[in-house]
Nanobody
Framework: VQLMESGGGLVQAGGSLRLSCAAS????????MAWYRQAPGKERELVAA?????YYADSVKGRFTISRDNAKNTLHLQMNSLKPEDTAMYYC????????????????????WGKGTLVTVSS
């Protein structure tokens, strides 16, 4: 399984970006997928996930939307009202097992990772 992110870039505060994660291999609509980010000097954090339902970190709730196009095996993250504190490398990840993911799965158990796409939000 390979995951490849795209869509990052430089945007002004208040702007929008749409990240995509193309999955190749055995990833199906029943595999949980998620977006993470890591800012310089900070730990990686879970931003949003899609499994039986969706999950959003409090810091992005109402601004970011996670979705998946099962026909194209692609995960998206629509990011609106971007803030300088959203600046980070964004990664997508997928769980190997099918079915609903637990929070423990999302935090510690993701099996496949992309290489990331950089998002920079200027003030």
């Amino acid at each position: 399984v390979q995951l490849m992110e795209s869509g990052g870039g430089l945007v002004q505060a208040g702007g929008s970006l749409r990240l995509s994660c193309a999955a190749s291999g055995s990833i199906f609509s029943t595999n949980a997928m998620a977006w993470y980010r890591q800012a310089p000097g900070k730990e990686r954090e879970l931003v949003a996930a899609i499994s039986a339902g969706t999950y959003y970190a409090d810091s992005v709730k109402g601004r970011f939307t996670i979705s998946r196009d099962n026909a194209k095996n692609t995960l998206h993250l629509q990011m609106n009202s971007l803030k300088p504190e959203d600046t980070a490398m964004y990664y997508c990840a997928a769980l190997k097992s099918e079915g609903a993911a637990t929070m423990e799965d999302l935090l510690y158990g993701m099996d496949y990772w992309g290489k990331g796409t950089l998002v920079t939000v200027s003030s």
